[in-house]
């Protein structure tokens, strides 16, 4: 049973701003109303910080709370004061994703374009930066921003071409971001499958990681392999190392639907293994271990699809 921080309060009928100057204070906390005058948050110690920066000013425009640590027993679930966070900052990721969506579209010509688009997804790195501050529950909409921006870097870029055998990737450490979901699960998968049934993989943060010697990144910022136009990474690498002929087209296209959610291909398989590889990304904390469970699925669906040619 979880425990949770709530922030109880009671402010004076006047001035008219005090509460909206308070509401904005709890949203930037990232606290999330449960009920009148009472806002949840996580138990640790920002948190409690927050909570006590945010009594100060209560009780200085002449109004009372208090913040205490409570656990859920009745009437309102963990599971409830989770989802109510969850769709808080999906609210504030919502337009970010609008905005980074919008500048993956058409060619990148001129340096001008190039150093505009480039700073137009910095500032929206930033932004993303101060939601994933306070996304204390891992909103959905947090991976589809991360997926736009990469697609947006990737068009400033303009594509990566390997000029390497796959033989020289076989004594790689493969390095991406923490927290794998459907494209880096399948693409290790991928790795480990058709290169290297012993390679290493490094989980990182997804900004600010520096490469070292013989490591080769893949779906994040800069990397060797990630989103090229419209294709997700596990389709980039497919392509790129040879390997359409030993993976069928029909695998790719239920990955590239799963990560991507443009609904380009429509197979029938798709709703259920994205239903089965979001369970084991719920069920699993741990990257190595999401690979390893999704690993064994994504054999038997090789194994399905080739059979059926």
Known sequence: MASWLLLIHQLPAKPDYLRVKI???????????????VYAL??????????????????????EGFVCEARLIGG???????RLFRVARDVDYAPLVREAEALV??????????????????????????????DFHTAPLG?????????AEARVRGPVTATAPRSAFLDAVWVTRSGVQVDRVASAWLIRRFLNSEARFKFVPA??????????????????F????????FEVLRRRLGLESAIPAAMAEIIHDIDVKDGKFGRPETAGVGLVLAAIATEHASDEERITRASAILDDLLGHLGERG
């Open 23 to 37: 509401g904005r204070r709890l949203a930037r906390a990232g606290a999330v109303g449960i009920k009148n005058s």
């Open 226 to 233: 990630t989103h090229e136009g419209e294709d997700c990474t």
């Open 42 to 63: 996580p138990t640790n110690e920002a948190a409690q910080e927050d909570a006590a920066w945010i009594l100060k000013e209560i009780a200085a425009a002449g109004g």
């Open 143 to 151: 991976q589809a921003l991360d997926r736009a921006l990469d697609a």
């Open 76 to 82: 309102l679930s963990d599971e409830d004061v989770t």
């Open 207 to 224: 900004r600010g990681y520096e490469p070292l010697a013989g490591e080769v990144r893949f779906d994040m910022y800069e990397a060797e």
């Open 105 to 134: 579209t058409g060619p990148v010509a001129t340096p001008e374009e190039r150093a505009a688009m480039t700073a137009e997804v910095a500032k929206l790195r930033r932004r993303a930066g101060d939601v994933r501050a306070i």
